[in-house]
């Protein structure tokens, strides 16, 4: 008896360090965040990356941080995954098929090839093309920043701009404009532009059309490109910028540590009272009885959390 008591002993204390060491190595993946030096050297390496995206490396570094703040696992509320927030539309064109949650999960390089691949396609089409044979714009230098928030704001608001000879000739629906985005990649703050519609010469025979504020927007929770945000996001986004570790994460890590505890509890009152009828203080039906109360108790502890 002493011997079945002493295995039990181990057999618990080995179960308890493996759940331990799995909580650990959740929370530390949960944790692990990317630097723009190796979102840089992932663009040199991808076999899908275009010489001119690849000529884009750093910046597309930074441009990562803007995107997720280095996270692999991130997704933004509305539509876009990953380290450089790919849309469900690109990301069903990966081959073989992934799901946006299972493109969260892929490895950095894999992240990078797919992006790789569908940005390099963009930067062919006209407006990028266009804006990347440019020495300057609007009066400041066409940088890879600008190039690439050329296309990730749509090309053909892109074209709009290039059209307009402005960087005001497009603006989202929170008011940013190609240019802004770009200086935000580079980390650059620029004086705001107090009247971006020029006046008309006079004589010129064009007529200024007033732009009127879109109100309905105002009091909107956006993300970084002036699109709105649910509560939920904006405040799952505002705890994730905040702690480093995504709330999903936080809660699957801990109902690990819930359920390892769970489990210590339960084997401790078993071994308890293994040792009470081992020594004949209790009789085999309260043994019997009181297995099937711990055994009710850590099985409602479990439903739980999984509908939690």
């Known amino acids: 008896m ?11 204390l080995l179960l308890a360090s493996a759940l331990a060491l799995a909580a650990g190595i959740a929370w530390g993946q949960s944790n692990t965040r990317i630097t723009a030096s190796q979102v840089s050297a992932a663009i040199l390496a991808s076999p899908n990356a275009s010489a001119q995206l690849q000529g884009y490396a750093t910046a597309i570094g930074n441009l990562a941080m803007f995107e997720s703040g280095g996270r692999l696992d991130v997704y933004n509320g509305s539509c876009c995954y990953g380290i450089l927030q790919m849309n469900r539309r690109n990301i069903a064109t990966i081959s073989p098929p992934v799901t946006p949650e299972q493109f969260r999960q892929l490895p950095l390089q894999d992240q990078v090839n797919a992006w790789a691949t569908v940005m390099s396609q963009a930067l062919r089409t006209s407006a990028p093309a266009q804006l990347a044979a440019m ?25 709009t701009m290039i059209r307009s000879g402005r960087c005001e000739g497009f603006n989202d629906r929170n008011g940013t404009s190609i240019c802004e985005m770009a200086d935000r990649i580079d980390g650059v703050t620029r004086p705001p532009v107090t009247n971006p519609s020029p006046s008309p010469a006079p004589g010129t025979g064009w007529t200024l059309t007033p732009q009127t504020p879109n109100t309905a927007l105002q009091n909107c929770l956006t993300d970084g490109y002036g699109n709105c945000m649910s509560l939920s996001a904006a405040v799952e986004a505002g705890f994730e910028n905040g ?6 994460q936080l809660r699957n890590t801990i109902q690990m540590l819930t359920v390892a505890i769970t489990f210590l509890i339960c084997a401790s009152m078993l071994l308890a009272m293994w040792r009470q009828y081992a020594d004949g203080r209790i009789a085999t039906a309260d043994l019997w009885m009181g297995v099937r109360q711990v055994s009710m108790v850590a099985s409602i502890i479990l439903i739980v959390l999984t509908v939690a």
């Open 2 to 12: 002493a011997a079945f008591n002493q295995w039990l002993k181990s057999v618990l």
């Open 135 to 159: 020495t300057t714009f609007d009066g400041r230098p066409v940088t890879p920043s600008m190039v690439l928030a050329c296309v990730q704001l749509g090309v053909g608001n892109c074209l």
């Open 243 to 248: 702690s480093g570790v995504s709330m999903s």
